[in-house]
T-cell receptor
């Protein structure tokens, strides 16, 4: 079974440029998560989707960050415009469900963003 | 306030030594879950264990064991007879409540280096 796929693995951009990250969850997983991981820290949840619906986006900085999961499968996280402080690893995770015993989260390898 | 504290930033051991990683958590909920994840250099977080707050039984899985003590709010992780492949960053995480059990609060992680 394929794991969570993310692309690109690395991205270097200049500040004020837009950037997008793509995630393909494990087949059959209805719940998808985006996390931000700063250097030397644990991941922090940005947004959680149940199918197409963003059910928890309370930690997403909506002035510059947006996300979508149009068909309830793949998801895209966008930053526009990027700032120096956005340099971090962006992790995607998926689980069968959001709550209960089947909510074990499987993580992708992440996209390492560097903003110059 | 930090909900999960991993006091050890880095641990370095020689192969075959045992290593114990400390995790102290803070919550007011009576229902909560505790997790350990491993993050190897490749980047993806690998799920190791989940325990609920009502199950204080210690658990052993191969060379891994976990000690859960509610009295001290600790959920420590021991690797017995460490191997070079155990080198990674290990994260302890907490999710609180029945309806937010997907929301993981991670500690800052402990970097384990096992030398041959």
């Amino acid at each position: 079974e394929a794991g969570v796929v993310q692309s690109p693995r690395y991205k270097i951009i200049e500040k004020k440029q837009p950037v997008a990250f793509w995630c393909n969850p494990i087949s059959g997983h209805n719940t998808l998560y985006w996390y931000l991981q700063n250097l030397g820290q644990g991941p922090e949840l940005l947004i959680r989707y149940e199918n197409e619906e963003a059910v928890d986006d309370s930690q997403l900085p909506k002035d510059r960050f947006s996300a979508e999961r149009l068909k309830g499968v793949d998801s895209t996280l966008k930053i526009q415009p990027a700032e120096l402080g956005d340099s971090a690893v962006y992790l995607c995770a998926s689980s069968k469900t959001g709550l209960g015993l089947d909510n074990e989260q499987f993580f992708g390898p992440g996209t390492r963003l560097t903003v110059l | 306030a930090q909900k999960v504290t991993q006091a050890q930033t880095e641990i370095s051991v020689v192969e075959k030594e045992d290593v114990t990683l400390d995790c102290v958590y803070e919550t007011r909920d009576t229902t909560y879950y505790l997790f350990w994840y491993k993050q190897p250099p490749s980047g993806e977080l690998v799920f190791l264990i989940r325990r609920n707050s009502f199950d204080e039984q210690n658990e052993i899985s191969g060379r891994y064991s976990w000690n859960f003590q509610k009295s001290t709010s600790s959920f420590n992780f021991t690797i017995t007879a460490s191997q070079v492949v155990d080198s990674a960053v290990y994260f302890c995480a907490l999710s609180e409540g029945v309806y937010n059990d997907y929301k993981l609060s991670f500690g800052a992680g402990t970097t384990v280096t096992v030398r041959a």
